[in-house]
């Protein structure tokens, strides 16, 4: 009898939502059914997310492992400044990547920064530069997290236009960026043959 099925006086009862105990037999066999087919998913997921967060570690300890052995025996340093790693077997079909990506957030300096680029915009007749306003409009959009489009706001420090106000503008996007963290990836690939296209081997499920 599985852990979720508790037997009182030789009948058997499940557990509602409410924490109140069901008898079994008063429960629909369509119900049953899906309240098995979960728990049973769900245990292989927890082992399987074990086995990732162990794998994971190991990959780690490995990857540093190897830098220190290469350093200190060879006097070879691998690696980028930032810790970026690409590592490729003798063949050339195999590839493990470490990269490290920036966290970054906005501080109060990208409200002075819209309050100027919407003053720019207001100057400007509404026919010209239709794909600057299009590009502000999207760059400066909060999304269901609250946060903003930051691939956007990058694409808004490359636009080059000969106004005072908005290059301030972005002057003060560029000290509004905050580094406040890092987050690193580890990423696997494989090819047939040397010449041929890279493929990823996907471990997340998402992607899988």
């Known amino acids: 009898m599985s852990d979720q099925i508790l037997e009182i006086a030789g009948k058997a009862y499940r557990r509602d939502a409410r924490g109140a105990l069901v008898p079994e037999e008063t429960i629909k ?4 059914l899906i309240d098995d087919a979960v728990r049973s998913i769900h245990a292989y997921a927890r082992d399987l997310s074990a086995q990732i967060a162990r794998f994971r570690g190991h990959t780690y300890d490995d990857l540093g492992a190897l830098q220190s052995l ?29 990269q490290f990506q920036d966290q970054i ?6 409200q002075a920064a819209k309050a100027l680029v919407d003053e720019c915009l207001r100057e400007w007749s ?8 299009a590009l502000v409009s999207r760059a400066f959009q909060v999304d269901k997290e609250g946060k903003i489009n930051r691939s956007e706001i990058f694409m808004l420090l490359r636009v080059e236009i000969d106004d005072a ?22 990423r696997f690939y494989e090819r047939h ?3 041929g296209g890279w493929r990823a081997i996907t471990i997340d499920l998402a992607s899988a």
């Not at 957030?105 to 990208?110: C, N, Q, T, V």
């Not at 003060?172 to 990836?185: C, F, Q």
């Open 126 to 133: 509404a026919e010209s530069r239709s794909e600057i306003r």
């Open 70 to 98: 290469l350093a200190e025996k060879y006097g070879a340093r691998v690696g980028g400044q930032k810790g970026n790693l690409t590592l490729t077997t003798f063949d050339g079909l195999k590839k493990v990547q470490l």
């Open 105 to 110: 957030e906005f501080g109060p300096e990208l």
């Open 165 to 186: 106000r908005w290059q301030s503008a972005m002057n003060a996007v560029r000290d509004s960026i905050r580094v406040i963290g890092s987050k690193s990836y580890v």
């Open 29 to 32: 066999p369509a119900d049953i």
């Open 193 to 195: 043959t040397p010449d």
